[in-house]
């Protein structure tokens, strides 16, 4: 077997005989707020780091705000001197850059599996829930899917305009699910799809849905739940640059318009024992029964990470398909947790809660910790909205009452991390603080 460096070697010896025109590579990991940053290498460079050499990056790069800024948090970023922290290549990842005006590769970089690695970084969050439940024997298999909508290249004043369409150069501003708009938009989609699949993302269904210019995009179901979330935010990114180089604006903002759906994040999971045996199915589903009261019970507790800026909650309630409360049911998209139609083997739950803008890392982090919770709790859930329309709990529907019900509470603290809860909610507190410190034209129109 080879050794992880003789690996990454061969990957990137590869990469180059295969695209010697790639003079540099960006290397790039997703912060807390679910943005990009890294550092773009030589090629030849990233050699050195392949074979073993050092590649490091400021710790405090992972706490960036949603508009890049740094806050005091403890005594990150402000006491601590700014230390470096390692990070490593992301075997697999390394891939061509299509949609820039030159020739570039990418490739995820990483803190878990690294000798200290950075307890708030999302990546190492997920790993650390992956591998404690891959000690109790349980083996997640995850799909996400993402909503999304295209603009007009060009805002309106800051605003979003509707997309072009391409056949009439009309605006696409008609609520539809017409699967002719998959037509009309056809080559702007198959690129993104084309593009993804270059970046060794499994790419399935695509669906036109209800608001205009919206579609939908569903992943393959794949046993390595890093993997899977890799898959989530490399899309993200390889999206908004095919949109651009194609004249449009993507853009995965929860509530782009108050008048028509929002984009959600949607994950199935479905758990397995080392034999292949899905263990939500045994004992006539109990442990389903089990699974969906933990995730009910800690989801007002994850709010953050659903819903993870202002704009965000105006995606909940009062529109298509967008739970008010923690609810579930048997094939009811009204509920926070569905159950798919599915036969014992592929049994399964659909969590729809989370916008599409969340960070796909913690957001299947606080799912499989609430699965994990309700195995080991076994309560019995709160009955389906197919028994019950008004069955539910509430959850907070602002950002200071949701930091404040995740910050202090004991599981969801022991599951994903006592030290990444303060820092996650301390920077979530301080990232909606900060966007208020703004008058906007409607409060002149109101109380001048």
Known sequence: MKSPSATLLAEVRTFRQNHPDVRYVDLIALDIAGHFYGKRYPVEMLEKVA??????????????????????????????????????????????VSWESQPLGQMLITSDGTEAPIEFEPREVLANVLERLHLKGIHPVVAFELEFYLFDKKLDNGLPQFPRDPLSDDADDQPTLHIERLSRFGDVLDDMAQTARAQGI??????????????????????????????????????????????????????????????????????????????????????????VAGCLALLPHCMPIFAPNHNALRRLGGTVNAATRASWGFEDRDACVRIPESDPRNLRIEHRLASADANPYLVLAAILAGLEHG?????????????????????????????????????????????????????????????????????????L
Request: charged share 20%.
């Open 202 to 291: 499994d790419i399935t269904v695509i669906t036109a849905e209800i608001g205009p210019g919206q579609f939908e995009i569903n992943f393959g179901h794949c046993d390595d739940g890093l993997r899977a979330a890799d898959w989530a935010a490399l899309f993200c990114r390889s999206t908004r640059g095919v949109a651009l180089k194609h004249g449009y604006r993507a853009s995965f903002m929860a509530k782009p318009y108050l008048q028509f759906p929002g984009s959600g994040m949607h994950v199935h999971v479905s758990l397995y024992d080392g034999a292949g045996n899905n263990l939500l199915a045994a004992h006539q589903q109990q442990p389903l029964r089990h699974a």
């Open 375 to 447: 195995l080991e709790a076994k309560q019995e859930p709160i009955a389906p909205l197919n028994e019950d329309r008004s069955s539910g709990t509430d959850f907070p529907v602002e950002m200071l009452d949701a930091v404040r019900a995740m910050h202090h509470q004991p599981v969801v603290r022991d599951k994903l991390g006592a030290e990444f809860v303060e820092v996650y909610c301390e920077n979530k507190r301080q990232d909606h603080l900060a966007f208020q410190q703004e008058i906007h034209a409607r409060e002149y129109r109101w109380f």
């Open 51 to 96: 074979a073993g050499g050092p590649l490091k990056l400021p710790q405090n790069a992972v706490l960036l705000g949603a508009q890049g800024g740094l806050f005091k948090i403890g005594d990150y970023c402000f006491n601590d001197g700014d230390p470096d922290a390692n990070r490593r290549l992301v075997p697999g990842t390394l891939k061509p």
